[in-house]
């Protein structure tokens, strides 16, 4: 079965570091979009970014040149680099993961088949 773990979430101050990962198995890796999203305290769940199969990505606007997402696809994992934290930046972060999600619609939540635990980030001010 598909499953998606992720790790590296924690407590740091404004301004800091985090980098997130993802480990899926399961699947035929190389062939997924992979995305990060993110629910804070009391909202409801919002796309962070994304990498499609070609490599190419994409960011919510609010986190451009702050997150970068990357994949190992030798490692079927894929990883977000998250720097210059703010304390809006404070959610949890899952992993979510399709084969088949339409370009125009990448932020959906509905194109994503599969989804992780989530790890928390907490962002300090």
């Known amino acids: 079965q598909v499953q998606l773990v992720e790790s590296g979430g924690g407590l740091v101050q404004a301004g800091g570091t985090l980098r997130l990962s993802c480990a899926a198995s399961g699947i035929n890796f190389s062939r997924y979009t992979m995305a990060w999203f993110r629910q804070a305290p009391g909202k409801g769940r919002d796309f962070v970014a994304a990498?499609?199969?070609?490599?190419?990505?994409y960011y919510k606007d609010s986190v451009k040149g702050r997150f970068t997402i990357s994949r190992d696809n030798a490692k079927s994992t894929v990883y977000l680099q998250m720097n210059s934290l703010q304390p809006e930046d404070t959610a949890v972060y899952y992993c979510?993961?399709?084969?088949?999600?339409?370009?125009?619609?990448?932020?959906?939540?509905?194109?994503?088949?599969?989804w992780g635990q989530g790890t928390p980030v907490t962002v300090s001010s």
């Open positions: 979510a993961t399709s084969q088949s999600v339409i370009l125009s619609a990448i932020q959906r939540e509905d194109q994503y088949h599969f």
């Open positions: 990498v499609r199969q070609s490599g190419h990505s």
